[in-house]
């Protein structure tokens, strides 16, 4: 396998700037160098375009975590960056709303189903936060049933995780873990708490598909036991479809929360959802200076356009599905347990050893390897796909795991962790409350 040596030695000397700092080396868990194999990985951008970025040493990378997923239309998108100069030009912050607030929630109402009013938020975790005060206020209940393990940065929600410092105790009491797919334990989580759930919050996906009508189940536990549906579209909105998870997987919600897609990377999110829930926050103490930031609003009005004017998100299904299934071809041919998993919009690498448990060196290993070819993928995250993505692209990506394959057979044979040329990501947070399985 031929692969270019790359210098990282920028990279390093902002590391060692930022240790002193700026605790965990940087505002997003995420993004940090804890979270990627170091001496192998860069760890400091200074520049995007299209599908790539450009690292602090000058070396380009293909790109597909994609800024942790908000990236849609690409980096340094040119019609987003044009509105933005344009709003730039007559202002950033006003002393009262900017006219485009009020253009961008009609836009979104035109757009996203059975939302009668939108309120904007600054991020994804404000805008569930934001939600689940809501639902609270409106029902007069506590409680919320909470599925899965998507972001956990509030009080109100991180109680579940091992990052509880400085989380108030009562909130464990205030939070109940179910797990997708598991209706059941949905409706064990009511009858063990009655009268008292304010609302189910659930991504409509992450990675595993839904089966035996485990949406609509939702849908019918929350209406008969009156509570709220929120709906964290954080990721799946303006990803899976321009109407959102919503409609490609035909599921009211009473509040819908956007962000990450939505915005091409600006800061902004959104909720959505009928007036009889949404005007509750008429009686909310849910405000911040910068929501009605203009150069945020202006460049996602141009992003919702842009996706609409060019059927962007049908690009992206196109050819993220030829990677997807390309790369399990190539994993099935070269007999190694390396598949891509979930959607073609957003895929997960999952690794298993001949025993069948999943292998963190395995994919630590490919993805290294993978990097080290000028591929990026997150070890700890995702894989999406982006407008700027092309075929070329999906090739490269495709030649590169094959190069990985070969090597794997004529020089690893199995000992992933000696040939890792630094230390395996930590991992960054574990759950702490156990999901409720119904009652046997």
């Known amino acids: 396998m031929q692969e270019e040596k790359k210098n990282l030695d920028k990279s390093a000397q902002y590391r060692k700037r930022a240790e002193n700092i700026i605790p965990h080396l940087t505002g997003t868990f995420s993004r940090a160098a804890t979270a990627f194999i170091e001496n192998v990985y860069p760890l400091y951008i200074e520049s995007g375009n299209g599908s790539h970025f450009t690292d602090v040493d000058g070396n380009e990378y293909l790109d597909y975590l994609m800024g942790l997923g908000p990236i849609t239309l690409g980096y340094n998108y040119d019609p987003v960056n044009q509105a933005i100069k344009k709003q730039l030009d007559k202002g950033i912050l006003f002393s009262l709303p900017h006219k485009i607030e009020v253009e961008l929630s009609e836009l979104i109402t035109q757009t996203i189903p059975f939302a009668d009013m939108v309120k904007f938020e600054k991020s994804g975790s404000n805008a569930v936060t934001a939600a689940v005060r809501a639902a609270r206020a409106f029902t007069k209940k506590d409680v919320i049933a909470y599925c899965g393990t998507g972001g956990v940065w509030h009080d109100w929600q991180a109680a579940m995780v091992s990052r509880d410092g400085g989380v108030p105790k009562f909130n464990e009491n205030l939070i109940k873990i179910f797990d997708y797919n598991d209706s059941e334990g949905l409706q064990q989580i009511f009858d063990d708490n009655p009268h008292n759930i304010a609302a189910i919050v659930l991504e409509p996906t992450q990675f595993e598909k839904p089966k035996n009508n485990f949406l609509s189940k939702v849908r019918k536990i929350a209406d008969q036991n009156d509570s709220l549906l929120i709906l964290d579209e954080i990721v799946t909105g303006f990803r899976f479809d321009l109407a959102g998870g919503q409609k490609y997987f ?107 448990s999943e292998s963190l060196p395995m994919k630590s290993f490919i993805l290294q390897e993978m990097v080290k070819q000028k591929v990026f993928m997150s070890i700890l995250g995702a894989s999406y796909i982006c407008y700027s993505h092309s075929e070329s692209d999906i090739q490269k990506t495709l030649q590169s795991f094959e190069n990985v394959c070969t090597t794997i057979k004529n020089k690893v044979n199995n000992n992933y962790e000696n040939f890792l040329e630094g230390s395996m990501p930590k991992t960054i947070w574990s759950m702490k409350l156990p999901s409720i399985k119904k009652h046997i």
């Open 250 to 356: 035909d599921i009211k919600g009473d509040l819908v929360c956007f962000g990450k897609g939505m915005s091409n990377g600006l800061p902004l999110s959104a909720i959505t959802g009928p007036s009889e829930f949404m005007k509750t926050f008429d009686t909310l103490w849910v405000s911040s200076t910068n929501n009605s930031e203009a150069l945020s609003l202006a460049g996602t009005q141009c992003v919702i356009n842009e996706m609409k004017e060019k059927n962007t998100i049908q690009h992206c299904w196109k050819i993220g599905k030829i990677l997807f299934d390309g790369w399990n071809k190539i994993s099935e041919k070269n007999n190694i347990n390396a598949k891509m998993t979930g959607y073609p919009v957003r895929m997960d690498l999952k690794c298993f050893d001949d025993s069948g």
